[in-house]
């Protein structure tokens, strides 16, 4: 049930908003920079 009320702490609060974008868009860049590597590791698939 902590990942309820965490969820609802950062939707009510508007700073942590922008800090979880934050987090989203560099956990995005990270996951295109995995899926590069997988391509060149694999490019079978």
């Known amino acids: 049930m902590t990942g309820v009320r965490q969820a609802l702490a950062l939707r009510t609060a508007p700073v942590t908003v922008k800090a979880r974008c934050r987090v989203t868009t560099s956990y995005a860049r ?3 920079d995995l899926q590069r590597v997988t391509t060149a590791l694999c ?3």
Request: hydrophobic letters at 50%; charged letters at 0%.
């Open 30 to 32: 990270l996951h295109i």
């Open 43 to 45: 490019p079978a698939s």
